[in-house]
Nanobody, 126 residues
Framework: VQLQASGGGLVQAGGSLRLSCAAS????????MGWFRQAPGKEREFVAV????????YYADTVKGRFTISRDNAKNTVDLRMNSLKPEDTAVYYC????????????????????WGQGTLVTVSS
């Protein structure tokens, strides 16, 4: 699967952004899709995941209630809508695909994702 993330940019605190990830190459609906982020000097961290059908999602506590992940299997895309952005949300955001079927809460580990996009930078100014 090839993944292409887009939608990053500069936004003021309290603002919103929508990230999108376009997939190609394999059957998109076979994969759980996740978003991770990596801030400067920090390790990559889990943000959100949606299962293969789009019916189940899971979020990191730091973004719960502010971010929404969704997917469109007809268009081979997964979106991350980010509201009420904070300066601490500043990071490079990566989409990733995992072909492993497991409980949704187990998708927080980066190691289980087989494919990664190139990342898109989100900068939230205070």
């Amino acid at each position: 699967v090839q993944l292409q993330a887009s939608g990053g940019g500069l936004v003021q605190a309290g603002g919103s952004l929508r990230l999108s990830c376009a997939a190609s190459g394999r059957t998109f609906s076979n994969y759980a899709m996740g978003w991770f982020r990596q801030a400067p000097g920090k390790e990559r961290e889990f943000v959100a995941v949606v299962n293969w059908s789009g019916g189940t999602t899971y979020y990191a506590d730091t973004v719960k209630g502010r971010f929404t992940i969704s997917r469109d299997n007809a268009k081979n895309t997964v979106d991350l809508r980010m509201n009420s952005l904070k300066p601490e949300d500043t990071a490079v955001y990566y989409c990733a695909a995992s072909g492993v079927r497991m409980a949704i809460m187990q998708y927080t580990r980066a190691a289980i994702y087989h494919y990664w996009g190139q990342g898109t930078l989100v900068t939230v100014s205070s």
